[in-house]
Nanobody
Framework: QVQVVESGGGSVQAGGSLRLSCAGS?????????MSWYRQAPGKEREFVSG???????SYADSVKGRFTTSQDKAKKMVFLQMNSLKPEDTAIYYC?????????????????WGQGTQVTVSS
């Protein structure tokens, strides 16, 4: 079955950097999908951070533009989130979400698949 696993979270001081990784598995390399990063801070709703589409185009929330960069290695089924100039308000659990597009021939089922999340803590 499709699985998504995040890694790379941790604790840093304000102004520091972290790189999150997200690894997908359990699906054909011929499937088309988008991969996105979301985050959820304590007491707040989950919010979109960044995403990379099946065409390779990246998008970002206004709050992280210019500081975060999303990239991917499709051959390895991985997506990365490079986070620079981190601020205390970036503290949250970061989730990777894979949106799979339907492609019956390769057994690709249209659905959203979420990872378990990785904690990022930024201290002032």
């Amino acid at each position: 079955q499709v699985q998504v696993v995040e890694s790379g979270g941790g604790s840093v001081q304000a102004g520091g950097s972290l790189r999150l990784s997200c690894a997908g598995s359990g699906y054909s390399s011929s499937c088309n999908y988008d991969m996105s990063w979301y985050r959820q801070a304590p007491g707040k709703e989950r919010e979109f951070v960044s995403g990379i589409g099946r065409d390779g185009s990246a998008s970002y929330a206004d709050s992280v533009k210019g500081r975060f960069t999303t990239s991917q290695d499709k051959a390895k089924k991985m997506v990365f989130l490079q986070m620079n100039s981190l601020k205390p308000e970036d503290t949250a659990i970061y989730y990777c979400m894979l949106h799979m597009y339907r492609y019956v021939w390769y057994g690709c089922k249209e659905s959203d698949y979420w990872g378990q999340g990785t904690q990022v803590t930024v201290s002032s």
